[in-house]
């Protein structure tokens, strides 16, 4: 009995991973964040579950099958107090599910304006990825099978924040 529940559970779970293998990150700005660009190569760290670090924003770009895509997309704003970005519960799996029921997904890696030693601020350069997030998947609508008049945004606690900010 248990390995024929393990056996359901791997079988409604294989799609959901599949589509997450087709996921790819490209920066918000090519040449850096406005007025930031010489840190543009600094590295995120990442651990377990958060991010930090962020000074080259960027999207990832979670497409679903196109014989499943309705149209629809969702910007994501993962949460993490604007110390960190909790990627992975807040920003992945939402996507993937996102994905599996026909919805396009971003997610964003926002500048962190609380990480220590940040001299970023949540009104002006966190609201700046939010923005340039919108406009670079409502320029690249065609591109990604998105309409431009059904993208949304979805934000976890603050990321909730940076959503209200648009």
């Given amino acids: 009995m248990k390995t024929k529940l393990h056996s359901y559970v791997f079988v ?17 700005w090519a040449s850096g964040a406005p007025g930031f660009e010489s840190r543009k190569n600094e590295p995120t760290i ?22 499943k895509a309705t149209g629809a997309a969702v910007v994501i704003c993962p949460g993490g107090g604007h110390r ?14 996102l994905n599996s029921i026909g919805v396009a997904a971003f997610v964003v890696k926002y500048r962190l304006a609380r990480e220590e030693n940040s001299v970023y601020t949540i009104d002006k350069h966190v609201r700046e990825d939010a923005y340039r997030a919108i406009r670079t998947v409502r320029n690249r609508a065609r591109e990604w099978n998105v309409d431009p008049t059904r993208i949304g945004m979805l934000g976890f606690s603050a990321g909730g924040e940076v959503v209200a900010l648009v």
Avoid at 46 to 67: F, G, M, S
Avoid at 86 to 96: K, L, M, R, T
Wanted: charged share 20%.
């Fill in 12 to 28: 409604l779970l294989f799609p959901l991973t599949a589509s997450a293998q087709d996921a790819t990150e490209i920066p918000l």
């Fill in 84 to 97: 960190e970005l909790v990627f992975n519960a807040e920003g992945h799996d939402p996507a993937v599910f």
């Fill in 46 to 67: 990442a651990k377990d579950w958060w991010i930090k670090n962020i000074h080259n924003p960027t999207l990832t770009i979670y497409l679903p099958p196109k014989e």
